[in-house]
């Protein structure tokens, strides 16, 4: 009897059906992602979140409970399981409330490890573009029609969201009827990706991060290193594809039971990606043969091997290379990377083109700085980078001031305030990272407030200027609000467009 009789007597093997879960700091991306696929494959939902905001519009138009305001004192009636953010610390009244009753609690990260058993796990890991490339391998295998579940840290509008709860089973290729397809985006702070069970993993790149919580490179090195030995042996179908260059290949592998295949710009690759930039066209050969090619809606060379990882574990996972191709050309993007927000007309006629991304560290800072300059050739860049924590402007404060070489000019507000210590905030000011920058030759300016910044745009802006608002704080505001004082005068993108409506 075939695999498709049989399906519907298969059991549910996740093990989240039927059961009463509260989740502690829903609003998240990630976090409602998880609460929306959960409920989806039967579970009873609930939710509080100190604030509300887009997630928990969002959860509430699904028909999800969430709470807003001071943690609750106590739990739904009924709850027998509280998922906790990354940002949840266990002295918090709601954990307490779990403890007290005898509930059991896990984290975030516990949880989407649970999430992955019984399925095709596709964990995206690295120091840069998990998100980017999470939502293009998704995107790939829904278009490829493999209808895979995501989780993803940011939100794509071709994926409804950050998340979308897809088949139990493949439906379709060479891997017809395995377990189904769920992608997720892997985090290594907090070693938080320790939890995941991946059938195929990815490591697009590792670098210094997270240095209040490691404590050197040879430490996310190995954590990394232990991360990869979580796939299972290749007899049981386990994969890793990794960057030939950037990933300390050599040290991840050593011992590993998983397949493993490279991927990356050098002929010594398994999968040697080409790209022209001048036509953002990538390609992809196998042993020096050609295998496809495709035009990216994102430009640089990051995001060229963002796009070939994404082709080659759909391919593993049984699509074909000519619909990957046409998939990836498809594939507009998500929000804060490198997002088209609109084009303002100022007062005097001059056009500025507005641009915001997420990149908060040195070398995503760098690369899509030049992509952009390379992709619109403006007369000038003017980049508002807000960094993010104190701890790690402060640990990569020198390679911080060789990011922005391609910005004729980086306006710095004040450092966004998050996990730190009060103590990390009198060490580094954004005031210290302007003057690292000037000291390089890179016109800079400290301005604190966003207001302030919005006026100094008004009068400083000239016509063909590009500005990009960067960072994974709240910095994008300053983009709406320079748009939103351009009334009729403003361009504004369709996702801009929705959020003002």
């Not at 887009?54 to 739904?76: C, F, Y």
């Not at 993108?493 to 003002?500: C, F, K, N, Y």
Request: charged letters at 20%; one cysteine or more; glycine letters at 10%.
């Amino acid at each position: 009897m075939s695999n498709l009789i049989n399906r519907a007597d298969r059991r549910e093997t996740v093990p989240f059906h039927g059961r009463n879960l509260h989740f502690v700091g829903i609003g998240g991306c990630g976090m409602s992602g998880l609460a929306l696929m959960l409920r989806n494959r039967g579970a009873h939902v609930t939710g509080s979140d100190q604030s509300a905001g887009e997630m928990v519009l969002r959860l509430d138009d699904a028909g999800i409970d969430v709470r807003v305001g001071p943690a609750m004192q106590s739990l739904p009636e009924g709850t027998d399981l509280v998922i906790a953010s990354a940002a949840i610390k266990p002295d918090h009244p709601e954990i307490l409330a779990a403890q007290a009753k005898g509930i059991e609690w896990v984290t975030y990260a516990e949880a989407l490890g649970l999430a992955q058993r019984g399925m095709t796990g596709v964990s995206i890991a690295g120091t840069h573009g998990k998100s980017t490339t999470t939502a293009m391998t998704s995107w790939v295998g829904i278009d490829c029609g493999l209808d895979p579940s995501v989780i993803v840290g940011a939100t794509c509008s071709q994926l409804g969201g950050g998340s979308r709860t897809g088949s139990r089973f493949i439906p379709t290729g060479k891997m017809q009827d395995r377990p189904g397809v769920l992608v997720c985006e892997a985090c290594e702070f907090n070693r938080s990706f320790h939890h995941h069970r991946p059938k195929i993993g990815l490591i697009n790149n590792i670098e210094e991060d997270h240095l209040d919580y490691y404590s050197s490179l040879d430490e996310i090195i190995g954590s990394f290193r232990d991360f990869a030995r979580l796939i299972p042996h290749a007899s049981e179908g386990g994969k890793l594809l990794i960057a030939e260059s950037g990933a300390h290949r050599r040290e991840i592998t050593a011992g590993l039971d998983c397949a493993v295949a490279t991927f990356g710009f050098s002929p010594e690759a398994d999968y040697q990606v080409v790209y022209d930039a001048a036509a953002n066209r990538v390609g992809v050969l196998s042993d020096g043969h050609w295998i496809q090619g495709w035009n990216n809606a994102m430009p640089g060379s990051h995001n060229a091997l963002n796009s070939a990882a994404a082709g080659i574990i759909n391919h593993w996972l049984g699509a074909d290379w000519d619909d990957i191709a046409t998939a990836l050309c498809r594939f507009g993007g998500l929000d804060r990377r490198s997002q088209w927000l609109g084009t303002r007309q100022l007062v005097s006629g001059a056009t500025v083109k507005v641009y915001d991304d997420y990149g908060h560290h040195p070398t995503e800072c760098e690369k899509t700085l030049r992509a952009l300059r390379s992709a619109h050739n403006p007369e000038r860049m003017i980049c508002i980078f807000q960094p993010h924590q104190h701890s790690r402007t402060r640990f990569l404060l020198e390679q911080f001031a060789t990011s922005f070489s391609s910005a004729d000019e980086v306006i710095v507000p004040h450092i966004y305030f998050v996990r730190d210590s009060e103590a990390e905030k009198t060490r580094v000011c954004a005031q210290d990272l302007a003057d690292r920058l000037e000291a390089r030759g890179t016109r800079a300016t400290h301005i604190g407030s966003f207001d302030a910044i919005v006026e100094h745009l008004e009068s400083h802006c000239r016509d063909g200027d590009l500005v990009v608002t960067m960072g994974a704080g709240p910095v994008n505001n300053i983009a709406k609000d320079f748009l939103a004082r351009g009334g009729s005068n403003s361009e504004l993108s369709s996702a801009l467009r929705e959020q003002v409506a």
